[in-house]
């Protein structure tokens, strides 16, 4: 078992460590700029805005716009799947912004995320099968090795809702799992990566979205529990992010009575932004939205589009993502300035916070180029995927085992004929069949993504005379609500079959899914791979065949089996 390549040492020399600007530098920039805007422009600061490269024709003027002549402060790119034609749109945006703006991206688990050429990271819940945080680390580094590359600041991650009811479906695979003790700590570590890698993170959905299953961007969640349960369970991995000095905190869109009796939004509370985040927990860092584009505010807060970035800035919000109608939303505020239901000096100070960042970040440096070239990543690819790698193995878990008539882990080929039938999405299966031959002889059954009943009755019957069969669930979704694309009579036909013949169960989808197998003990084993990916395969394999031990530990309680939850050999 050879990790050698990504200790942290090693990952050290090559990812480099951001230099952050002194305070007289940081105060000097800031300085500068502010001394130059005007009260309309102050306001723009405080924005980050949307964008795509297939925006219509009326909506880029609209953009180029808020950037050239409002002087906006932020944008994010959303909404593709291709980053060719976004990072060109955003070079063409920078262009145009005569003070530099500050680049943002939602990538929970990497660039990856957002766009499909680029290799990604596993997903939260995988991590949390990790049994140290010592790569979580070191993929914050990597990550913001990435987005620094691609000329891009603040990353809006980690996630540090708590997965604590698998009923409650909606950011599930997007967290560390059930143990806060576990989600806090994960969270800090990538955290520290980004940091030191000069990437700003943020910590996500304050007070916590965990136990919700209404999706805020379609509707507005409630959480209904007690301020002493919201306080020791959802708020706690926010408060070990404040102790360790996060950059930013996203406030969610969600009804919370315990903190607010009103109903209103968290993210346009005042009760909760000021009174709880601010005040209470002492958060002195930035405060920013979820996007106000999301109907859990736009629609349910009953306020009109340009009214609620005043309604988050009266909350007590330092930036205002993705708000709708921004020019109006910008002349609403500074209505409200000359009407003196806010102050100068609250936007100078949000204003100046928002100028600091940049300037700690680096894009007020004299001679920075914003322009970002699309292959500026390729010279990571290749540690990238090594560390991808080491995680998938060192996640790989194995559930139960029962070997004692030699038909469990780990498996040899010696003296006996052994099969593999990879249920749909044959490159997995194949992937896992390469890997496994290297191990022993291996006969292969691969099955395409439309396989029926049918073919799995057909498959049983071409490997009836073997010892044993590997059975891979090579296609499967992260949803509970669609059912993690099992069919139940497809399930029951696999696991009856279990029972009438030695079968190993590798599960390459999420812990939860074991529920949906009432009869999951017929299999000699079940190894547990979190998602449907190549290298997950990989991984599996070699853990099937002794090639590596199983180190992963389950990350939430999946049916009778608890968090923390791994056998070994």
């Not at 969600?254 to 005042?270: E, H, L, R």
């Not at 349910?300 to 309604?311: H, N, Q, R, T, Y």
């Not at 916070?353 to 690819?381: E, S």
Request: proline share 5%; net charge neutral.
């Amino acid at each position: 078992m050879m990790f050698a390549p990504f200790c942290i040492s090693a990952q050290d020399k090559h990812l480099g460590e951001y230099k952050y600007p002194s305070q007289e530098k940081i105060d000097r920039q800031v300085d500068s700029v502010f001394r130059t805007l005007s009260t309309r422009e102050k306001i723009a600061q405080i924005m980050v805005i949307d964008f795509t490269s297939a925006d219509s024709k009326k909506m880029q003027k609209i953009q180029k716009k808020l950037v050239k002549k409002e002087k906006i402060g932020g944008i994010i790119p959303l909404g593709e799947k291709s980053y060719p034609g976004a990072i060109a749109r955003m070079n063409q945006l920078n262009k145009w912004s005569k003070i530099p703006m500050l680049v943002t991206l939602d990538a929970e688990w990497g660039v990856g995320m957002r766009w499909n050429e680029v290799l990604s990271y596993p997903f939260f819940m995988q991590l949390g099968a990790l049994s140290s945080d010592s790569l979580i680390y070191v993929m914050g580094r990597s990550i913001a090795q990435e987005c620094r590359a691609l000329k891009i600041q603040v990353n809006y991650t980690p996630v540090v809702d708590i997965n604590n009811n698998p009923h409650k479906f909606i950011v599930n695979f997007r967290t560390f799992g059930e143990d806060k003790e576990k989600v806090a700590n994960y969270a800090s570590a990538m955290m520290r990566g980004m940091k030191d890698g000069g990437v700003a993170g943020s910590a996500k959905h304050f007070p916590g979205h965990g136990e919700t299953n209404v999706d805020s961007h379609l509707a507005l969640p409630l959480l209904s529990f007690t301020a002493e349960r919201l306080d020791s369970l959802e708020l706690y991995p926010f408060k070990r992010q404040i102790a360790e000095g996060v950059d930013m905190i996203m406030v969610g869109h969600m009804n919370v009575p315990a903190f607010d009796p009103s109903g209103t939004p968290s993210s346009i509370s005042y009760p909760i932004v000021t009174g709880l985040l601010r005040e209470k927990l002492g958060f002195e860092g930035i405060i920013i939205t979820d996007a106000l584009n999301m109907h859990g505010v736009s629609k349910d807060s009953g306020l009109e589009k340009k009214d609620i970035p005043l309604a988050a800035y009266k909350a007590g919000v330092d930036i205002l993502l993705m708000p709708e109608d921004v020019q109006e939303s910008i002349s609403v505020i500074e209505k409200a300035l000359r009407n003196g239901e806010i102050t100068m000096e609250s936007l100078d100070m949000r204003v100046k916070k928002m100028l600091a960042l940049k300037a700690r970040l680096g894009v007020l440096d004299k001679g920075y180029d914003p322009i970002a070239h699309t292959d500026a990543i390729n010279g990571l690819k290749e540690e990238k995927l090594a560390l991808i790698n080491q995680i998938c193995e060192e996640t790989m878990t194995l559930v139960f085992n029962d070997n004692s008539e030699g038909y469990g882990l780990p498996v040899s080929t010696e003296g006996k004929k052994v099969a593999y039938v990879g249920f749909r999405n044959p490159e997995v299966g194949a992937e896992f069949a390469a890997t496994a031959s290297n191990y022993g002889q291996l006969d292969t059954v691969l099955l395409g993504n439309d396989a029926t009943l049918e073919d799995l009755k057909a498959a049983k019957e071409t490997v009836k005379d073997y010892d044993l069969v590997i059975f891979g669930f090579n296609k499967t979704l992260q949803q509970v609500y669609r059912n993690f694309d099992l069919v139940e009579e497809q399930v029951q036909f696999i696991t009856d079959w279990a029972a009438q013949q030695p079968m190993i169960a590798v599960y390459l989808g999420s812990p939860y899914a074991i529920t949906k197998m009432p009869d999951h003990k017929n299999f000699k084993a079940y190894v547990l791979g979190y998602t449907d990916t190549k290298a997950n395969a990989r991984a599996a394999a070699k853990l099937v065949f002794g090639a590596i031990a199983p180190k992963g530990v389950l990350p939430v309680t999946a049916g009778p089996f608890p968090v923390g939850h791994s056998v070994s050999f």
